[in-house]
């Protein structure tokens, strides 16, 4: 088989996948196939809004007023897969790691700098909301936005 009719058949069974699944169960995966965003970038941004999430909410405290252990370390983590995969595409790590309260125009601006050109930063939030990921981040980025 050659490479047209490989690319024609891959297209036609991603359409058949896309009619099987809910899209208003998982509006976001949807969201993700209809703007060709590949798996790169799909971790690029699973990690910049946990950063951002983990901001939004001031890092976990327990009664003692420390840092939970385990969040700290998964944000330790995830902070640097973020450098490293943010420097190849030549994003400054200052914009992504302050102890700022995360802002619509920050998020904005990562998404046109990292995501394809199609991406409108407002559904983005809206479809991430609608399956339930990062909800409170999506709210509060989404409030901003219409200020």
Known sequence: ?????????????????KTMVPGDEFPFYMFVMDHGICK??????SNYLFILNHRLSHMSRDEEGT????????YESKK??????????GIEKDILF???IPEYAEFE????????????????????????IFTNLCEYLLKQAKE
């Open 1 to 17: 088989m050659n490479i047209d009719k490989e690319i024609e058949l891959l297209k036609y069974q991603i359409s058949l996948l």
């Open 40 to 45: 790169a970038q799909h971790n690029l941004l």
């Open 67 to 74: 840092q939970d252990a385990i969040s700290s370390q998964i």
């Open 80 to 89: 640097s897969s973020l450098i490293h995969e943010a420097k190849a595409l």
């Open 98 to 100: 302050t102890d700022e």
């Open 109 to 132: 601006n990562f998404v046109k700098t990292t995501l394809p050109e199609s991406v409108n930063p407002i559904y983005l939030l809206k479809s991430l909301q609608k399956q339930s």
